[in-house]
């Protein structure tokens, strides 16, 4: 079975923190993505690697950053947290089919 | 870019009945649709996809349509079960050899199924 694990379930950070959240799969896949999802606008991209020395922006990658230093591994960086980076946060890999991980719910106060 | 709508956004069925989700995409390149289950609490998960040079495409209870000229594509769920109920994401994408999918998804159906 693939397995994409998050490093946290639940997360409350202050605003201006810097937010590391993290993923790891365990398929040995080279693509790996990051989603936000928020109610009625579904999973929309912020940044993904199809590689480790690939990072490439999605479609909302402002006020996030990535690091990719391992190929298992992928981490979403929120420099400095505001509120509306309060949201679900997916990770996901694979290359037809994606693989989600459980998902991460940030809020930022 | 790529921009997927989806309708409806809720949608209510008896027990047995049809349901219904339609996707319009506006990227002609595209060529690679699935969709998404996402049930309460969990993750999204794979139920079907269809390529580009498929029509239709069938497994069990669910079934997807493709109509690439009007850019739409269609997820029916027959004999609908309480264990469908769910959020359903439809998603498209331009299959790119070095990275597989980029996927732009639908903001999602919510489908209830009253038993």
């Known amino acids: 079975d693939v397995k994409v694990t998050q490093s946290s379930r639940y997360l409350v950070k202050r605003t201006g923190e810097k937010v590391f959240l993290e993923c790891v799969q365990d398929?040995?896949?080279?693509?790996m993505f990051w989603y936000r999802q928020d109610p009625g606008l579904g999973l929309r991209l912020i940044y993904f690697s199809y590689d480790v020395k690939m990072k490439e922006k999605g479609d909302i990658p402002e006020g996030y950053s990535v690091s990719r230093e391992k190929k298992e591994r992928f981490s979403l960086i929120l420099e400095s947290a505001s509120t509306n980076q309060t949201s679900m946060y997916l990770c996901?890999?694979?290359?037809?089919?994606?693989?989600f991980g459980p998902g991460t719910r940030l809020t930022v106060l | 870019g790529e921009n997927v709508e989806q309708h409806p956004s809720t949608l209510s069925v008896q027990e047995g009945d049809s349901a219904v989700i339609k996707c319009t995409y506006s990227d002609s390149a595209s060529n690679y649709f699935p969709w998404y289950k996402q049930e309460l609490g969990k993750r999204p998960q794979l139920i079907i996809d269809?390529?580009?040079?498929?029509g239709e495409k069938k497994d069990q209870r669910i079934a997807v349509t493709l109509n690439k000229t009007a850019k739409h594509f269609s997820l029916h769920i027959t004999e609908t079960q309480p264990e469908d109920s769910a959020v359903y994401f439809c998603a498209a994408s331009k299959m790119y050899v070095e990275y597989g999918n980029k996927l732009v998804f639908g903001a999602g159906t919510i489908l209830r199924v009253k038993s």
């Open positions: 398929m040995d896949h080279e693509n």
């Open positions: 996901a890999s694979g290359y037809y089919e994606q693989f």
């Open positions: 269809i390529r580009s040079n498929v």
